[in-house]
């Protein structure tokens, strides 16, 4: 087998690039690992690997980082720091569209949790922006049902469609079960109102 190789300096500088793609390559997959098994500990890290030449692997592993911790604080119902990891995983990837959704689910539930009329409609109007995001997501419809509720729950024909356009659509086994069992009191609600008023 034959050579184009003029010298061992250049052999040594094709091993040195080729050592240097290994490495970057592990590394980006290291810190995707870091991402998922410790985000706390990456997002401490963060300004130090954004202020060197960051790859793309490092900035969506940040990004995933920020993803899991704001996914952690909305089970938790911490929706201000949901908002701002979400709105951090935006500023490094503007354009993905699950980030998108969850920053406005995150505000929309903040808006809601205010129970003020004026944020209440607000939040309609932020789940309807994140229904536009994930068409095929249910989650948004079933909390502008909740939030015409606490608008006023006699508004029973608001209420009930939002409630079926949720359950219309994919809902976690969870949710499911929450805006069947709401569906059913509005329901019970509305058919007591209407037999006092006979």
């Not at 948004?140 to 939002?162: A, R, V």
Request: aromatic share 10%; glycine share 6%; charged share 25%.
């Amino acid at each position: 087998m034959k050579f184009f190789l003029k010298d061992d300096k250049t052999i040594a500088g094709l091993f040195g690039a080729v050592l240097i793609a290994f490495v970057w390559s592990c590394a980006g997959s290291s810190y995707k690992q870091m991402a998922i098994s410790n985000p706390q500990k990456l997002i401490s890290i963060e300004d130090s690997l954004l202020q060197l030449r960051p790859t793309t692997q490092i900035v969506n592993s940040i990004a995933l980082a920020h993803e899991i911790l704001g996914d952690s604080a909305m089970g938790r119902g911490d929706y201000e720091k949901a908002k701002k990891h979400f709105t951090n995983a935006l500023k490094l990837a503007p354009n993905d569209s699950l980030y998108i959704y969850n920053q406005l689910m995150a505000e929309g539930h903040l808006l809601q949790k205010s129970g003020k009329k004026n944020k209440l409609w607000s939040s309609i109007q932020v789940y309807n922006k994140a229904a536009t995001t994930f068409e095929k997501a249910g989650a948004p419809h079933y909390y502008i049902g909740k939030s015409y509720h606490k608008l006023g729950d006699k508004d029973f024909d608001l209420i009930i469609e939002s409630y079926d356009k949720a359950l219309a659509l994919e809902l976690s086994t969870e949710l499911r079960k929450l805006v069947s069992q709401d569906r059913e009191d509005v329901l019970t609600r509305e058919k007591k109102l209407k037999d006092f008023w006979k």
